[in-house]
């Protein structure tokens, strides 16, 4: 697979929220320990397939998306319910 290694902009900012830091820091240590679906580049320049030999296999974009589910669903919970009256049409 091709890199677009030339033209490309990358930008650094420091973290400085202790809170924020942290949840990066989970988010890139699942992206790491991914194994779906996973390349190892080679000395040589060339990719070869990660082989999962009796290993269970991480898929870090499952774990995200159950992750937002979980934080959804806390945030409905602690929604309040609010009654409105009824207000027959003229």
């Known amino acids: 697979m091709p890199r677009n290694l030339d ?3 990358e930008l650094m900012v420091p973290i400085v929220d ?4 942290q949840q990066l820091l989970e ?3 699942k992206s790491i320990k991914d ?11 060339k ?6 030999k009796g290993k269970k296999t991480m898929r870090s ?4 998306y159950r992750t937002a589910c979980e934080a959804a669903g806390e945030i ?9 009256p009824h207000r ?3």
């Open 7 to 9: 033209r490309r902009l």
């Open 18 to 21: 202790a809170a924020c830091r």
């Open 27 to 29: 988010i890139l240590n």
């Open 35 to 45: 194994s779906a679906k996973s390349w190892k580049l080679q000395n040589n320049g």
């Open 47 to 52: 990719y070869t397939r990660v082989t999962k």
């Open 61 to 64: 974009q499952e774990q995200f």
């Open 76 to 84: 409905i919970k602690q929604q309040r319910t609010r009654f409105e």
């Open 88 to 90: 027959p049409e003229n």
